[in-house]
């Protein structure tokens, strides 16, 4: 003996293929996006790694501006000791 079916009324049929296209539209419009995702992630990985190598160089020029600075600090103070050396002197 079969299983007793249950009559589904047509628009009730209508509305699931419609949600159904409905939701395979929208899967199909994910799947098409997977590649421009996929290509716009590596386009950010290389900009990211662009950014910390042009920041990896910002920050050895500052460490090199920085030892430069401090060397001609240096010798302005051997100056300006040798200028008071000389300025006592002639006094």
Do not use: F, N, W, Y
Not at 18 to 35: G, T
Request: positive net charge.
């Amino acid at each position: 003996m079969a299983a007793p079916t249950i009559p589904i009324p047509p628009s009730t049929m209508q509305r699931a293929r419609d949600r159904l296209e409905r939701a395979l539209d929208r899967l199909e419009a994910a799947a098409a996006r997977v590649p421009v995702l996929t290509a716009e992630r590596k386009a950010l990985a290389e900009e990211r790694d662009r950014l910390a190598r042009a920041l990896a160089q910002m920050e050895a020029e500052k460490a090199a501006l920085r030892q430069a600075t401090d060397a001609a600090a240096h010798r302005l103070d051997s100056v300006i000791v040798r200028t008071r050396g000389a300025l006592d002197r002639t006094h």
